[in-house]
């Protein structure tokens, strides 16, 4: 079990609003890695965060931001929703921000935007 | 820009044979490739992984073949079960880089009893 948990499962927002999603990391991992898995797509890199700070970003705009705590929560925050943002929203954890330590993926949350 | 590719959408092999899962990749910069299964509902789960100096590793049932020069691995899964029914994602990532995983689009096996 990795114990990598998010919430909420589900989220309906519409056009222009603003969501927060978080993750719950395993113990004593200091890194923290958000993805996008967009319909019949792989998951796609947004940011990664290490010891609360970002450490990497991927193709997205600055609407996409998040949030790294000691407690070893995150979360990732979107605002202005768009139609496109619908996808299922996945976090990652791993010990350190190396590139060979495995990441361990939460369940996701699925979003729709309407 | 599509840096890997898993060109097989889906696969269907009988219970007890050899499954294998291909992926192509375009970067030459990535030096360190895993493997994620993923059942519905839950999250990517790691199998196995492989650097970019080593041309095998294996697990059980799972071996992972790198070829370099063609910029090409593949998963093999002997013997099949049932139970290895599921997502199949190959990922991609440079150790000198932003510790980014890349994503193929996944491959679905089905393992038919």
């Known amino acids: 079990e990795t114990g990598v948990t998010q919430s909420p499962t589900h989220l309906i927002k519409t056009r222009g609003q603003q969501v927060t999603l978080r993750c719950s990391s395993q113990?004593?991992?200091?890194?923290v890695s958000w993805y996008q898995q967009a319909l019949g797509q792989g998951p796609q890199f947004i940011f990664q965060?290490?010891?609360?700070?970002?450490?990497g970003r991927g193709n997205f705009p600055p609407r996409f931001s998040g949030l790294q705590f000691p407690n070893y929560s995150s979360e990732l925050n979107v605002n202005a929703l768009e139609l496109d943002d619908s996808a299922l929203y996945l976090c990652?954890?791993?010990?350190?921000?190396?590139?060979?330590?495995?990441?361990?993926f939460g369940p996701g949350t699925r979003l729709t935007v309407l | 820009d599509q840096q890997v590719k898993q060109n097989s959408p889906s696969l269907s092999v009988q219970e007890g044979r050899i499954s294998i899962l291909n992926c192509d990749y375009t970067?030459?910069?990535?030096?360190?490739f895993l493997w994620y299964k993923k059942y519905p509902a839950e999250g990517p789960t790691f199998l196995i992984s492989?650097?970019?100096?080593?041309d095998k590793n294996e697990d059980g049932r799972f071996t992972v073949f790198l070829n370099k020069s063609a910029k090409h691995l593949s998963l093999h899964i002997v013997p099949s079960q049932p139970g290895d029914s599921a997502v199949y994602f190959c990922?991609?990532?440079?150790?000198?880089?932003?510790?980014?995983?890349?994503f193929g689009t996944g491959t679905r096996l089905k393992v038919l009893a």
């Open positions: 990652a954890s791993s010990l350190d921000r190396a590139a060979v330590d495995t990441q361990y």
């Open positions: 113990s004593g991992h200091n890194t």
């Open positions: 965060y290490y010891r609360e700070e970002e450490n």
């Open positions: 970067n030459s910069m990535f030096d360190y």
């Open positions: 492989i650097s970019s100096i080593k």
């Open positions: 990922a991609a990532t440079s150790t000198s880089g932003t510790y980014k995983y890349i």
